[in-house]
Each structure stands twice: as structure tokens, then as C-alpha cells.
T-cell receptor
Framework: AQSVTQLDSHVSVSEGTPVLLRCNYS??????LFWYVQHPNKGLQLLLK??????LVKGINGFEAEFKKSETSFHLTKPSAHMSDAAEYFC?????????????FGTGTRLTIIP | KAGVTQTPRYLIKTRGQQVTLSCSPI?????VSWYQQTPGQGLQFLFE???????NKGNFPGRFSGRQFSNSRSEMNVSTLELGDSALYLC????????????FGQGTRLTVV
């Protein structure tokens, strides 16, 4: 079984300060991990993905995430928040089993940027 | 290239009715997945289709069904609608199974009254 836990349902940061969105995962197999972003009234967009290559993954819009197997974590960070980063962020774990893949989504973290 | 297209964008139905939602994946993508998003339950996986075959199914009742056509377009159907079926239904397409990189449509907002 696989699961993902987003530790904060809501995070507020000031514009220009660092962003940290936390995610822990659980998986019986070697997982692939993703972060998706959803802006209001929009579909989800892939920010970045980890698929057992480099543990530090760089994504779009200045975001990056580090896979830490010992801590079963995949936290999302950005050095300096921008107003356009305000959105909901989803951590996702994917397991490919006998050719079938299943994406399991976290409950989401709403990021608010304070001007 | 065109993204994932879902139609209609908004829908209002009455309890007991049925509804069909449509999803056109990105050209060349053969895998289509459906998700239900609600404030209380978050994003929940409904099912995945690849090459016209259902490959994976979530924990939803049999009232929820889907299919995929030879051109990879997919439809999902919900019969005997309940108030709790009100949600944003998202479709995602992938190039192949197992890529993990899904491209999402903007969703269909279904309201059941």
C-alpha cells in the first residue's frame, strides 16, 4: 500500500521569503514522487518529479524538492516566494505494479503569499 | 500542442439522473485517468484507461463507469446521481502507462441538486 501525508494544510509566507511545503510518504515499493500545483479554477500542473535518479530535483518556477529515503520525505522548497505562487500544492506518490500505475494524492497544502 | 480538453466545464443535474463527461487527451497520449476532487475527500482516483482497456480502478461504487475509444478519447458516466457526487471531475492524460507524468484538464464541475 502507498500513502502520502502533507503535514500542513495551510502555509503563509511573505513575498520574497523562503517556502517550505512538507510531505512524507509511505510505499511498499520503490516510489516515484511528484509535486503538482493547482491554481484557482484550473487543473493540476506538474511542478517536478523524482524517479530514482538525483535526490535533489529541480522543477519549474524555481521550485525544488529533495528525496530523503531515511526520513521518507519529499519536501518542496523555493528560496523566494512570489505572489504568483499562491495556489494549492499536492504531493503525489506513484507505484508501478505489474504494469499498472496508481497515483495517490496528498490532501493538499494551500500556500498564501503575504504582500 | 493542444492540452487536455474536458467537456462540459460546468453541469447541473438532479438527483437520480445520469451524466456523461468527456475527456480528449493530448494528441499521442494513450493513457487517460479520472479523478474526483471534493473539499472533504480531496483528490480521489476513479479509474485509468490505456488502449481502450480499464487498467486500474479506485474505490468507487459501480454507478461510476468509464470507457475509452480507439482515438484515446474517454468518457465517464455516473448513473443515479446522488448529492454527494457533486465535485470537480478531473481527467489526466499520459503518454504511456507508468510515466507518472500526467497532464490535467481544467475539469468538469458537477453540481447535483
Amino acid at each position: 500500500a502507498q500513502s502520502v501525508t502533507q503535514l500542513d494544510s495551510h502555509v503563509s509566507v511573505s513575498e520574497g521569503t523562503p517556502v517550505l511545503l512538507r510531505c512524507n510518504y509511505s510505499s511498499s515499493y520503490s516510489p516515484s514522487l511528484f509535486w503538482y500545483v493547482q491554481h484557482p479554477n484550473k487543473g493540476l500542473q506538474l511542478l517536478l518529479k523524482y524517479t530514482s535518479a538525483a535526490t535533489l530535483v529541480k522543477g519549474i518556477n524555481g521550485f525544488e524538492a529533495e528525496f530523503k529515503k531515511s526520513e521518507t520525505s519529499f519536501h518542496l522548497t523555493k528560496p523566494s516566494a512570489h505572489m504568483s505562487d499562491a495556489a494549492e500544492y499536492f504531493c503525489v506518490v506513484s507505484v508501478l505494479n505489474f504494469g499498472n500505475e496508481k497515483l495517490t494524492f496528498g490532501t493538499g497544502t494551500r500556500l498564501t503569499i503575504i504582500p | 500542442k493542444a492540452g487536455v480538453t474536458q467537456t462540459p466545464r460546468y453541469l447541473i443535474k438532479t438527483r437520480g439522473q445520469q451524466v456523461t463527461l468527456s475527456c480528449s487527451p493530448i494528441s499521442g497520449h494513450r493513457s487517460v485517468s479520472w479523478y474526483q476532487q471534493t473539499p472533504g475527500q480531496g483528490l480521489q482516483f476513479l479509474f485509468e484507461y490505456f488502449s481502450e482497456t480499464q487498467r486500474n480502478k479506485g474505490n468507487f461504487p459501480g454507478r461510476f463507469s468509464g470507457r475509452q475509444f480507439s482515438n484515446s478519447r474517454s468518457e465517464m458516466n455516473v448513473s443515479t446521481l446522488e448529492l454527494g457526487d457533486s465535485a470537480l471531475y478531473l481527467c489526466a492524460s499520459s503518454l504511456t502507462q507508468g510515466s507518472g507524468e500526467a497532464f490535467f484538464g481544467q475539469g468538469t464541475r458537477l453540481t447535483v441538486v
